[in-house]
């Protein structure tokens, strides 16, 4: 199954190491593969450094593919972490 969703990023460091871990942490919970996009780039939703190249920051929107048996449920926990501005990891 493949799914899709975005998140507006709402915290005001963006997507900076702390965040960055949450969001792998959280991917690595799920056995589905996660691409992350924003604007043009597209990285691994697994990779810390993959993630932090993306160099997002307050306002920028990201979009995430997963794909997997579990896809759903990682989609939806990844946008719920973004739209709670990574609480817990300013």
Same mark, same amino acid.
């Given at each position: 199954?493949?799914?899709? /969703?975005?998140?507006?990023?709402? @915290?005001?460091?963006?997507?900076?190491?702390?965040?960055?871990?949450?969001?792998?942490?959280?991917?690595? =919970?799920?056995?589905?593969? &996660?691409?992350?996009?924003? $604007? =043009?780039?597209?990285? @691994?939703?697994?990779?810390? &450094?993959?993630?932090?190249?993306? $160099?997002?920051?307050? /306002?920028?929107?990201?979009?995430?593919?997963?794909?997997? !048996?579990?896809?759903?449920?990682?989609?939806?926990?990844?946008?719920?972490?973004? =739209? !709670? /501005?990574?609480? /817990?990891?300013?």
């Amino acid at each position: 199954m493949r799914v899709e /969703g975005e998140a507006v990023i709402c @915290n005001e460091s963006g997507l900076h190491a702390r965040p960055c871990h949450a969001m792998v942490a959280l991917a690595l =919970e799920h056995a589905s593969g &996660l691409q992350v996009s924003c $604007g =043009e780039r597209e990285v @691994n939703g697994k990779s810390i &450094l993959e993630l932090m190249t993306l $160099g997002a920051s307050k /306002g920028m929107t990201l979009s995430f593919c997963a794909e997997g !048996s579990d896809a759903e449920a990682l989609v939806a926990a990844v946008v719920s972490l973004v =739209e !709670s /501005g990574f609480s /817990g990891t300013s």
